[in-house]
């Protein structure tokens, strides 16, 4: 398929084609602005609201902050979700896709886990992960976060039928192959990517050599104490 080629072309280190079949397609964005409405179209058309596609379909973006970090799209796209303005900050909605944002053994649901919004009270959020229900009040409530849109680094271990992954020149920082790799290979059916040529050469030219600094190594030789 076009996800599976050019999951390889990007593991060598090559630039990655859209494809005949449309399974990989690549929108080249002007700006970033060009991007976000790129992507807010593409929710639109998908019909990322119903009900069938909001667990089928994920926008990714590798940071929080920016016209296209996941903040900001979260809070776009729960607007076009439920067909009018938000105002006061985040709160959630009956309807809304939320991800679980630790692990919590004490309720059965871990960082990463998707469930989606059935009831809200003045006190509580009531969700729904894969049939189960969970209910958060109060600081609980800040254990949950929209989840539309996701950072690839939260997506890691998850698929989809189909994901919009935005990667541009404004998240250069967070450029690199093993986080385009990530992203793109998160799509079982279809990946559409909002970038640029100069973003996606960066980014696939780029292995993440940085180095993890820990007292693992001292522990384990007893030359540390804990």
């Known amino acids: 398929s076009g996800i599976i080629d050019n999951a390889a072309r990007i593991r060598e280190g090559e630039l990655c084609y859209p494809d005949e079949e449309g399974e990989f397609s690549i929108y080249y964005a002007s700006s970033e602005m060009d991007a976000f409405g790129a992507v807010m179209n593409l929710c639109r058309h998908l019909d990322y609201g119903s009900e069938k596609k909001k667990m089928s379909?994920?926008?990714?973006?590798?940071?929080?902050?920016?016209?296209?970090?996941?903040?900001?799209?979260?809070?776009?796209?729960?607007?076009?979700?439920?067909?009018?303005?938000?105002?006061?900050?985040?709160?959630?909605?009956?309807?809304?896709?939320?991800?679980?944002?630790?692990?919590?053994?004490?309720?059965?649901?871990?960082?990463?886990?998707?469930?989606?919004v059935w009831a809200v009270d003045k006190n509580k959020i009531f969700v729904r992960f894969d049939g189960r229900e969970v209910v958060y009040e109060g600081e609980d409530?800040?254990?949950?976060?929209?989840?539309?849109?996701?950072?690839?680094?939260?997506?890691?271990?998850?698929?989809?039928?189909?994901?919009?992954?935005?990667?541009?020149?404004?998240?250069?920082?967070?450029?690199?192959?093993?986080?385009?790799?990530?992203?793109v290979t998160r799509a079982r059916k279809r990946t559409i990517l909002i970038s640029t040529e100069d973003a996606i050469a960066r980014a696939v030219s780029r292995q993440d050599t940085a180095s993890r600094y820990s007292l693992f190594l001292p522990l384990l030789k007893g030359e540390a104490k804990e």
């Open 141 to 183: 409530r800040n254990s949950i976060q929209l989840a539309y849109a996701a950072t690839v680094h939260k997506s890691q271990g998850s698929e989809y039928d189909t994901v919009i992954l935005v990667l541009l020149p404004t998240q250069s920082i967070m450029l690199k192959r093993n986080l385009i790799y990530t992203g």
């Open 57 to 116: 379909m994920q926008v990714l973006s590798p940071m929080y902050r920016g016209t296209c970090g996941v903040d900001h799209l979260n809070h776009a796209i729960q607007e076009l979700v439920h067909g009018h303005p938000l105002e006061g900050g985040a709160h959630f909605l009956p309807g809304d896709k939320v991800m679980q944002k630790r692990n919590d053994y004490e309720k059965g649901v871990y960082n990463g886990d998707l469930g989606i």
